[in-house]
């Protein structure tokens, strides 16, 4: 039992609070929790993480990876490449081994002699007999299997210098419920941490120091966050189908509502309920909304896919209902477990007919958070439709973001509603009328008044006092009023975030939501290269005027999103009259996040050539 190294043909890799380490594993094998473990706990040393879990739709037995981006210096997107592969999938391992950078570092189960085609000589390989230990150890199939996690967790603990009291103090918290676990769980740790120290150099080239670049962030998923931030909104209804990736939404919003819905008396002031289907869900929303209710719903493209004849109800009606999407891949089924950015268009204009809906595109947890709370309010005030365009990568893995934002003095805006005394003082009311020159009508809620205020609520053509009508002005009038309505909205909905060079720069990049991480880092990059990039990050729709402006005081401008036609290009070429060839689409839609070095090597490439041709 001792290390299956070749001295590598380049020299290995050296770094301190600065690589990516990827775990290759089986989907049910319990890896997990274990390489959450070894994640939280460079976290737990001061050092920041970015852990993303690509995993398969099936329950168990395709591959899974788990890749860790250990950046002391903030970098949260995936940087691209890989400095340590663990392997632990047969099936995988070809492909798994080709990825590894030259100089990295390969971990594996030694405990099966494998043929020396089966590594690499520019890389450093380092086997641990983890079965052989485990078969030692354990009689339980499955205790050799769970345990077999934890350990290969204490030898890279070893093999990477991480405070072993970090690793143990996590597993602790673990198991502070399951007492007769911890024992067992720690003693594996330290018979994969022993067995390093026993038998192989360390630590390697690949370190982890203690340092304090974490500050008051807090470590937390997308989903979790929306959740939340549905509560803080004010939201008392969350109607939903199961779908992946959005379901945990609405299963936080249910335990957030258990801690902060129930009144002194005990009684829940919430409703979740679980429709028979994606349309019921909507139904359930736009009802709700329309009683006074703030409501949503949790899904994803498919889901969006049903929803739609409602989603055009409550345009036309104009009624608040707000839906937090978590993007997956598409179309049809498509990668349920794989992440996109691919229902721009369809959110944007769902539905048959015309019609221009609220998008906003968070960044983060925290974005998240925020963002769904302020839907609820765009919601209300807009009478409209409002989505939240998240997608799996932010939603179902834990990411480092700034504490949310809770004011117990928040006050909800409820927008245009008038009151019973507003009513019985003989105030106007027309249901669909602009008064105020913004667009937006006043409305009323049912049992307002008893005699005043009433009207029939129809997905019909009107005219402004809602009395069905067919002639062309009473239709082009409320068709003109909800266009008036959508450009109320772009003072509204989050503003872009612009980040200029000094001097301004003759390129730029145009993003959103989950590409920001790995943007910002390629904005790096590309300086390092010598390549000066101005950016803004788009984070609603409609777009505000200052993008026209934007794109207009450049030469060229990227626009990087993460499908396959440019959904976001598209709506910029819309909205604004643009022409296509001044926006030159930075594409990546295999399913994984998008990378650091993909971003800068796509700009780079299209820069070089036209830099050459002037010189």
Request: charged residues 20%.
């Given at each position: 039992m001792s290390?299956?190294?070749d001295?590598p043909?380049v020299?290995?890799?050296?770094?301190?609070?600065?690589f990516?380490?990827k775990?290759a594993n089986v989907?049910g094998?319990?890896?997990?929790?274990?390489?959450?473990?070894?994640?939280?706990?460079?976290?737990?040393?001061?050092?920041p993480?970015?852990?993303?879990n690509?995993?398969?739709?099936?329950?168990?037995?395709l591959p899974?990876w788990y890749?860790?981006?250990?950046?002391?210096?903030?970098?949260?997107g995936?940087?691209?490449?890989?400095?340590?592969?663990?392997?632990?999938?047969p099936?995988?391992?070809?492909?798994d081994?080709?990825?590894?950078?030259p100089?990295?570092?390969?971990?594996?189960?030694?405990?099966?002699p494998?043929?020396?085609?089966?590594?690499?000589?520019?890389?450093?390989?380092?086997?641990v007999?983890?079965?052989?230990?485990c078969?030692?150890?354990?009689?339980?199939?499955?205790?050799r299997q769970?345990?077999?996690?934890?350990?290969y967790?204490?030898?890279l603990?070893?093999?990477?210098?991480?405070?072993?009291?970090?690793?143990?103090?996590?597993v602790?918290?673990?198991?502070?419920?399951?007492?007769?676990?911890l024992?067992?769980?720690?003693d594996?740790?330290?018979?994969?941490?022993?067995?390093?120290?026993?038998h192989?150099?360390?630590?390697?080239?690949?370190?982890?120091?203690?340092?304090d670049a974490?500050?008051?962030?807090?470590f937390?998923?997308?989903?979790a966050a929306?959740?939340?931030g549905?509560?803080y909104?004010?939201?008392t209804?969350?109607?939903?189908?199961p779908?992946?990736p959005s379901?945990?939404?609405?299963e936080?919003?249910?335990?957030?509502?258990?801690?902060?819905?129930?009144?002194d008396a005990?009684?829940a002031?919430f409703?979740?309920?679980q429709?028979?289907d994606?349309?019921a869900?909507?139904g359930?929303?736009?009802?709700?909304?329309?009683n006074?209710?703030?409501?949503?719903t949790?899904?994803?493209?498919?889901?969006?896919?049903l929803?739609?004849?409602?989603?055009?109800?409550?345009?036309f009606?104009?009624?608040?209902?707000?839906?937090?999407?978590?993007?997956r891949g598409g179309?049809?089924?498509?990668?349920?477990?794989?992440?996109?950015?691919?229902?721009?268009l369809?959110?944007?204009?769902?539905?048959h007919?015309?019609?221009?809906?609220?998008?906003?595109?968070?960044?983060?947890p925290?974005e998240c958070?925020?963002?769904?709370?302020e839907?609820?309010?765009l919601?209300d005030?807009?009478?409209?439709?409002?989505?939240v365009?998240?997608?799996?990568d932010?939603?179902?893995?834990?990411?480092?973001?700034?504490?949310?934002?809770?004011d117990d003095?928040r006050?909800?805006?409820?927008?245009?509603?008038?009151t019973?005394?507003?009513l019985?003082?003989?105030?106007?009311?027309a249901?669909?009328k602009?008064?105020?020159?913004?667009?937006?009508?006043?409305?009323t809620?049912?049992?307002?008044?008893?005699?005043?205020?009433a009207?029939?609520?129809?997905?019909t053509?009107?005219?402004?006092?809602a009395?069905?009508s067919?002639r062309?002005a009473?239709y082009?009038y409320?068709m003109?009023?909800?266009?008036?309505?959508?450009?109320?909205?772009?003072?509204?909905?989050?503003?872009?975030v612009?980040?200029?060079s000094?001097?301004?720069?003759p390129?730029?990049?145009?993003?959103?939501?989950s590409?920001?991480?790995a943007?910002?880092?390629?904005?790096?990059?590309?300086?390092?290269?010598?390549?000066?990039?101005?950016s803004v990050?788009?984070r609603?729709?409609?777009?505000?005027?200052?993008?026209r402006?934007f794109?207009?005081a450049?030469?060229?401008?990227f626009?990087v999103?993460q499908?396959?036609?440019?959904q976001l290009?598209?709506?910029?070429?819309d909205?604004f009259g643009?022409d296509?060839?001044?926006?030159?689409?930075?594409l990546?839609?295999?399913?994984?996040?998008?990378?650091a070095r993909?971003?800068?090597?796509a700009?780079?490439a299209r820069?070089?050539?036209?830099r050459?041709?002037?010189?």
């Amino acid at each position: 039992m001792s290390m299956a190294i070749d001295p590598p043909a380049v020299a290995a890799l050296q770094a301190v609070n600065d690589f990516v380490v990827k775990f290759a594993n089986v989907n049910g094998s319990g890896s997990a929790s274990a390489n959450e473990l070894f994640a939280k706990s460079i976290l737990r040393m001061g050092v920041p993480v970015s852990p993303r879990n690509i995993f398969p739709s099936n329950i168990q037995g395709l591959p899974t990876w788990y890749e860790v981006r250990v950046s002391e210096a903030g970098w949260l997107g995936r940087r691209g490449g890989v400095d340590m592969l663990v392997a632990m999938n047969p099936q995988t391992w070809d492909d798994d081994v080709r990825e590894l950078a030259p100089g990295g570092y390969l971990f594996y189960d030694s405990s099966k002699p494998l043929p020396k085609s089966k590594f690499r000589d520019d890389i450093t390989v380092i086997g641990v007999p983890l079965t052989e230990l485990c078969n030692a150890a354990y009689q339980d199939p499955r205790q050799r299997q769970l345990f077999k996690n934890i350990m290969y967790v204490g030898a890279l603990g070893a093999l990477l210098d991480i405070d072993m009291a970090a690793i143990e103090a996590l597993v602790g918290e673990q198991y502070r419920t399951k007492p007769k676990l911890l024992a067992p769980n720690i003693d594996a740790l330290h018979m994969g941490r022993g067995w390093v120290h026993e038998h192989l150099p360390h630590p390697i080239g690949l370190r982890v120091r203690k340092a304090d670049a974490v500050g008051d962030r807090i470590f937390v998923e997308g989903n979790a966050a929306a959740a939340l931030g549905c509560v803080y909104g004010g939201a008392t209804v969350c109607a939903w189908y199961p779908i992946t990736p959005s379901s945990s939404v609405a299963e936080a919003f249910q335990r957030n509502c258990q801690k902060f819905r129930i009144d002194d008396a005990g009684r829940a002031r919430f409703a979740v309920i679980q429709a028979e289907d994606e349309i019921a869900s909507i139904g359930m929303v736009v009802g709700a909304g329309w009683n006074g209710a703030r409501a949503f719903t949790s899904t994803s493209g498919p889901g969006i896919s049903l929803m739609n004849e409602f989603i055009g109800l409550a345009y036309f009606a104009e009624i608040p209902a707000t839906i937090i999407n978590v993007q997956r891949g598409g179309p049809s089924t498509g990668m349920p477990t794989r992440t996109q950015q691919s229902d721009v268009l369809a959110c944007a204009h769902a539905s048959h007919g015309d019609t221009k809906h609220v998008l906003l595109f968070p960044e983060d947890p925290a974005e998240c958070f925020g963002f769904a709370a302020e839907a609820l309010d765009l919601a209300d005030r807009l009478q409209t439709p409002v989505f939240v365009m998240s997608d799996l990568d932010i939603g179902m893995n834990q990411r480092l973001c700034a504490p949310f934002g809770w004011d117990d003095a928040r006050r909800y805006d409820r927008g245009k509603v008038m009151t019973a005394e507003e009513l019985e003082a003989g105030r106007e009311f027309a249901r669909y009328k602009d008064v105020d020159g913004d667009g937006i009508p006043y409305r009323t809620l049912p049992g307002t008044h008893p005699d005043k205020g009433a009207y029939f609520t129809r997905g019909t053509s009107r005219d402004p006092q809602a009395k069905y009508s067919e002639r062309g002005a009473d239709y082009l009038y409320n068709m003109q009023r909800l266009l008036h309505k959508f450009e109320t909205a772009k003072a509204l909905v989050p503003q872009p975030v612009v980040d200029q060079s000094v001097p301004p720069a003759p390129q730029a990049a145009i993003f959103y939501g989950s590409t920001s991480p790995a943007m910002a880092e390629a904005v790096e990059l590309l300086r390092d290269a010598g390549i000066a990039l101005d950016s803004v990050r788009i984070r609603a729709f409609p777009f505000a005027d200052s993008v026209r402006d934007f794109i207009a005081a450049h030469e060229s401008v990227f626009v990087v999103e993460q499908n396959r036609d440019g959904q976001l290009r598209s709506l910029l070429v819309d909205e604004f009259g643009i022409d296509p060839a001044r926006l030159v689409a930075v594409l990546h839609y295999d399913g994984t996040p998008i990378t650091a070095r993909f971003i800068a090597g796509a700009i780079e490439a299209r820069l070089r050539p036209a830099r050459t041709e002037v010189a």
